[in-house]
């Protein structure tokens, strides 16, 4: 008797793409153990009744959700909290150093906190995003270095985001396999 693969929605609201890369590295994880996902942006999210399990991810603008995704999450949280549900953000905090930055980025931000009550998911996990110096005022350069900020360009960690979604493929029962490809 032939089983059914174990469905897996991600859904992601970007704003420069970092976003994006890492739900697209996470489904591909999940995709190599077996599952069958659907990967989409909140404005074209598939039926969730659909899916044994549900990631959904956004940056964070203003230590908040894109709109797209806090709507989405607001509008579907009677759905949500009847599915296993995962979330992740893509920011600045998880790279910050030092004794202020460390800080402030192991704080989770009240407005998100809000949305993992709303839906009570199984875990909520920072990253780090891509960060770039260019078309950053200097006042806003400057907070970054007090806070800790030690460098600008991609500043995500793909082992930890690893990490994570095999922590997730393990909670929903997807087989083992040897992921020896890293993301560039």
Same mark, same amino acid.
């Given at each position: ?13 970007? %704003? !420069? @793409?970092? $976003? ?8 591909? @994880? +999940?995709?190599?153990?077996? %599952? ?20 959904? *991810?956004?940056?964070?603008? =203003?230590?908040?959700? +894109? #709109? ?24 600045? *905090? #998880?790279?910050?150093? *030092?004794?202020?930055?460390? /800080?402030?980025? =192991? ?27 260019? @078309?950053?005022?200097? !006042? ?5 270095? +007090?806070?800790? *900020?030690? /460098?600008?360009?991609? +500043? ?6 690893? $990490? ?5 493929? !393990? ?6 396999? =040897?992921?020896? $490809?890293?993301?560039?």
């Amino acid at each position: 008797m032939e089983t059914k693969p174990t469905c897996i929605a991600v859904i992601y609201a970007t %704003a !420069q @793409g970092s $976003t994006r890369d890492i739900a697209e590295f996470i489904a591909a @994880g +999940l995709i190599d153990r077996g %599952a069958h996902v659907e990967l989409s942006d909140f404005e074209h999210a598939p039926d969730l009744s659909r899916f044994d399990g549900i990631i959904l *991810g956004s940056a964070i603008h =203003n230590r908040d959700y +894109l #709109p797209a995704a806090s709507a989405f999450v607001r509008t579907h949280r009677d759905e949500l909290r009847k599915s296993d549900v995962w979330m992740f953000s893509v920011g600045l *905090g #998880p790279a910050l150093r *030092g004794p202020i930055g460390r /800080r402030i980025g =192991n704080m989770v931000p009240k407005k998100i906190a809000a949305l993992c009550e709303t839906v009570s998911p199984w875990d909520y996990r920072p990253f780090a995003g891509h960060y770039e110096r260019i @078309g950053v005022s200097w !006042q806003a350069r400057a907070i970054y270095r +007090l806070m800790g *900020g030690a /460098r600008y360009g991609d +500043l995500r960690n793909w082992h930890a985001i690893r $990490t994570w979604s095999t922590m997730i493929a !393990q909670s929903l029962g997807l087989p083992n396999t =040897n992921l020896a $490809t890293i993301h560039p």
